[in-house]
C-alpha cells in the first residue's frame, strides 16, 4: 500500500512534534522547511525501493523458465533478490 502526499506530511508532523517534545532535537529551521524536506525523504525512499521491486521483478522474469521447473515459491525469491539487491546498493528496507 503506497501512502499518499497527505498521509507522509502528517507521519513526518507527528514524527516532528514527537522528537521536538522528548527534545530529541533543537531545530534550526522552521517546521514546515523541515516537513519538506522529510517528505521528501521519505518520497526518494519510496521511489528506491520501487525501483528495487521492478528490477527484482525483471530478474525473477529472466529466470522465469528455469523457475518453473522446480518447487521454488516465486513470492520467496522475489524478496530474497530484492534485499540482496537493497544489500548491494545500501537501501533500508
Same mark, same amino acid.
Not at 497527505?6 to 531545530?27: D, H, M, N
Given at each position: 500500500?503506497?501512502? /499518499? =502526499?497527505?498521509?507522509?506530511?502528517?507521519?513526518?508532523?507527528?514524527?516532528? /512534534?514527537?522528537?521536538?517534545?522528548? /527534545?530529541?532535537?533543537?531545530?534550526?529551521?522552521?517546521?514546515?522547511?523541515?516537513?519538506?524536506?522529510?517528505?521528501?525523504?521519505?518520497?526518494? =525512499?519510496?521511489?528506491?525501493?520501487?525501483?528495487? =521491486?521492478?528490477?527484482?521483478?525483471?530478474?525473477?522474469?529472466?529466470?522465469?523458465?528455469?523457475?518453473?521447473?522446480?518447487?521454488?515459491?516465486?513470492?520467496?525469491?522475489?524478496?530474497?533478490?530484492?534485499?540482496?539487491?537493497?544489500?548491494?546498493? =545500501?537501501?533500508?528496507?
Amino acid at each position: 500500500m503506497r501512502l /499518499g =502526499d497527505e498521509q507522509v506530511r502528517r507521519v513526518c508532523s507527528a514524527i516532528l /512534534g514527537r522528537w521536538k517534545a522528548k /527534545g530529541l532535537i533543537r531545530p534550526k529551521a522552521q517546521d514546515d522547511a523541515l516537513l519538506s524536506r522529510m517528505t521528501a525523504e521519505i518520497h526518494d =525512499d519510496i521511489r528506491r525501493e520501487e525501483e528495487l =521491486d521492478r528490477e527484482a521483478e525483471a530478474l525473477l522474469e529472466k529466470h522465469l523458465g528455469k523457475i518453473e521447473h522446480s518447487q521454488a515459491n516465486t513470492r520467496i525469491l522475489f524478496q530474497k533478490i530484492k534485499e540482496r539487491l537493497a544489500r548491494e546498493r =545500501d537501501v533500508v528496507l
